[in-house]
């Protein structure tokens, strides 16, 4: 068969679908296809010598660089869809695979074929979004959303379902319906259940019994699920109404005692039509004019309370006949200058409505609140002037220098509205609330913030304000900034924890001064008594000396090892760590017990990783093995022989350190609470101090690790220890 010719390739490469190009292995174009020119719009020549990375969408360089990497390791990999800059189409969406061909000499450089998914991608992303809109409507609609296949059995529901019928989704699902029907009502719901599964829709009122047995009653509506052309299911909708029907009732009921209450009002009220006249009046407004009720029903109240033209109250009856917007305001009373009377006046029913009360002692009141107020403008403190409802009337200067914000930003809201923030205490809000509400006097001391955004404290005084007859008339709170005590507060905690830690750090140190140079000091005074008495000749000299060698080496290390920590502590900083080998300072540790675990005849059984190697402090791991070994052999049983296990496994997390021993054991369900509490000891006829698994515990955490503690009485016991691989 003869070989294509090179313009059949040419051809090919022109007019494919997909762009052909090869890349060198630093990602730059030697060669693309002339379908990009389709595809994305640039001739050829255009992107040869460039990089491939520079037409990369910021978010997906990542994939890109990753991929780059993948494929000069490997002969061929797919890429994730990367978004690649068109000419003139902003970005595109391409599919990409990458072939290593750099190991070719007729290619040297990576075959990439790129198809563009754009309208794919876009397609699904649009699918998913319509997907995700349909569950969150589903899901947070805010009544009950199922749906029953046609034999009757709910298949699916939301949240709501469960909040309006009491029943959960394992209770429902899976189930008929008719499950929830009140009995009575069965039959006209299978009738709209059958209805509905002919194609037509359903909307009523009907009943159900709740899981709790009570009846509540539901605006349902069924709609048919149509699946290639056949309804194949049932969706359903049902608002629960009980409370609206039930609130429709006494909103009747309500009208009608509204109507006698209206007439019992003890503050002056009437009505007018449209043309001025009255069409009600009630008592307390016929007792203040001193006029029978009969008397103004039909007359013009022009006529009746004559020459009040140039009066407010004229203009802004005519105000809100016009407009049918509310008016508030205070006047005195045209028939006598000497009372104030506060006026609400408000359309109803194509007239206006008047309703007004005598604020004249009222007023007297607030100009004793105007001079406390400006007595109160002179003090450092904030404060700050409520009405009955929370809201602020008035607010001294020292209150905006505390807070930041002027009085007309404070006037007409609730303070804590404005002045609360993120870290304010919820339950001392909670008490602040509680304390408006019982209108009593009331202290706390709160989180708040300045306008500028700044964290303060400040203690608040709040003081109701009441009138002759007990009625709360206004709130007075005093605000005074604590924020320098709050902070001397916490810095003395502080001082106190550092002391805490400080004294825990020395007492650490003392004990292993005492201990781990113990078992040293005294090998070596040992041998060195030894050593007067043997002959220099004699082979058991040489051998004493090498002993007394290597007990003063561990000597030297152990205090080396207390002078790094304690520098370390002295500066400030953290324990140092170095890499230490655990195989090797096991060994060590079991080195300086030799001598007592050949006297008790011990089993010692080793089993650690000679290459198992973590970056910890050496000195806190030595003294944790040493005390850990030095209570297996002080509470080893005495009617077997003494047998000691200490294993190190390496997992994802770090390693696990086990030392099993088959001594005395402990009842952990008696001893657990105060294990690792210091001076307490639970084998009183074994000499000891009670400090060595306070110590213990006490290192594993301080570099990062945990221990666990697994015992039986005259079993044994085995400590675990869990030590992260990378910082501990």
């Not at 022109?14 to 292995?25: A, F, G, Q, Y």
């Not at 000396?545 to 304690?566: C, P």
């Not at 006829?685 to 009670?690: I, L, V």
Request: glycine letters at 6%.
């Amino acid at each position: 068969m003869s070989l294509l010719s090179p313009s059949f390739y040419k051809h090919l490469l022109s007019n494919s679908t997909d762009l052909l190009s090869v890349m060198d292995e630093n990602g730059k174009f030697r060669f693309l296809g002339d379908s990009i020119r389709s595809i994305l719009g640039y001739d050829p020549e255009e992107l040869v010598g460039k990089s491939v990375l520079d037409f990369i969408h910021a978010e997906d360089l990542p994939i890109a660089l990753d991929s780059l990497r993948k494929v000069l390791g490997e002969d061929k990999m797919q890429v994730p869809p990367i978004r690649f800059k068109s000419k003139h189409k902003g970005w595109r969406w391409l599919s990409c695979t990458g072939t290593n061909f750099l190991h070719d000499p007729d290619i040297a450089g990576i075959i990439t074929n790129s198809r563009d998914i754009t309208e794919t991608v876009e397609a699904e992303s649009e699918k998913d979004l319509h997907q995700a809109y349909y569950i969150s409507l589903f899901q947070e609609h805010p009544d009950a959303v199922f749906s029953i296949d046609r034999n009757g059995y709910f298949r699916t529901i939301n949240k709501n379902f469960a909040i309006i019928t009491g029943y959960s989704a394992k209770e429902t699902l899976h189930q008929h319906f008719l499950k929830v029907i009140q009995p009575d009502e069965a039959a006209i719901a299978k009738a709209a259940f059958d209805l509905t599964l002919t194609g037509e829709t359903f909307s009523n009122e009907i009943r159900i019994r709740d899981a709790r047995g009570n009846k509540r009653l539901l605006n349902l509506s069924l709609l048919p699920v149509y699946i290639n052309g056949r309804v194949e299911a049932v969706q359903g909708i049902a608002k629960d109404i009980t409370e609206l029907k039930r609130s429709q009732r006494l909103i009747k009921e309500q009208a009608k005692q509204l109507s006698n209450l209206v007439e019992s009002i003890t503050e002056p009220f009437f009505a007018l039509n449209s043309e001025w006249r009255f069409t009600y009046v009630n008592k307390a407004f016929c007792s203040f004019v001193g006029e029978n009720c009969d008397y103004f029903i039909g007359r013009i109240v022009w006529d009746v309370f004559k020459g009040i033209e140039s009066s407010k109250f004229y203009s802004k009856c005519h105000e809100v006949a016009e407009t049918n917007n509310t008016q508030y305001f205070e006047e005195n009373y045209a028939l006598n200058k000497d009372l104030t009377l506060r006026f609400s006046i408000f359309p109803s029913d194509g007239g206006i409505a008047v309703h007004f009360i005598d604020s004249t002692a009222q007023i007297a009141i607030q100009r004793e609140l105007e001079k406390l107020s400006l007595v109160a403008s002179k003090t450092s403190n904030g404060v700050v002037i409520m009405d009955a409802t929370g809201k602020i009337e008035w607010v001294n200067d020292g209150f905006t220098r505390l807070t930041g914000f002027g009085k007309e930003e404070a006037l007409g809201k609730i303070p804590s509205s404005f002045l609360q923030g993120r870290d304010t205490d919820p339950l001392t809000s909670l008490r602040v609330a509680e304390g408006y509400k019982n209108q009593r006097y009331f202290s706390e001391e709160i989180v708040n913030y300045r306008k500028c955004g700044e964290k303060y404290w400040v203690k608040v005084d709040v003081s109701p304000i009441k009138n002759a007859t007990g009625d709360l008339i206004n709130y007075i709170a005093i605000q005074t900034d604590i924020t320098e005590k709050k902070k001397a507060e916490a810095n003395q905690l502080k001082l106190t924890d550092d002391l805490y830690k400080h004294n825990l750090n020395l007492q650490q140190f003392t004990y292993m001064v005492s201990h781990n140079l113990r078992a040293p000091v005294a090998n070596a005074l040992g041998l060195s008594g030894l050593v007067k008495k043997l002959d220099k000749e004699a082979p058991q000299f040489a051998t004493a000396l090498d002993k007394l060698h290597t007990s003063i080496s561990q000597l030297d290390g152990v205090i080396k090892d207390i002078n790094s920590i304690l520098s370390a502590r002295d500066a400030d900083k953290s324990l140092p760590r170095e890499p230490v080998n655990l195989n090797k300072i096991i060994q060590e540790v079991l080195d300086s017990f030799v001598d007592e675990l050949d006297e008790k005849e011990a089993s010692v059984n080793l089993q650690v990783d000679g290459s198992f190697e973590m970056t910890s402090n050496r000195a806190y791991l030595y003294s944790i093995m040493y005390n850990l070994v030095s209570n297996a052999i002080k509470y080893k049983a005495t009617n077997r022989q003494f047998e000691l296990n200490i294993s190190v496994i390496k997992d994802e997390r770090g390693f696990v350190i086990s030392v099993t021993d088959n001594g005395l054991g402990m009842d952990m369900q008696l001893v657990q609470s105060q294990l690792f509490q210091l001076y307490k000891r639970f084998h009183p006829n074994t000499h000891g101090k009670g400090v060595g698994l306070f110590l213990v515990k006490t290192q594993v955490e301080a570099i990062g690790g945990k221990i666990e503690v697994e015992s039986a009485p005259d079993k044994g016991t085995t400590f675990k220890l869990l030590l992260g691989a990378k910082h501990v």
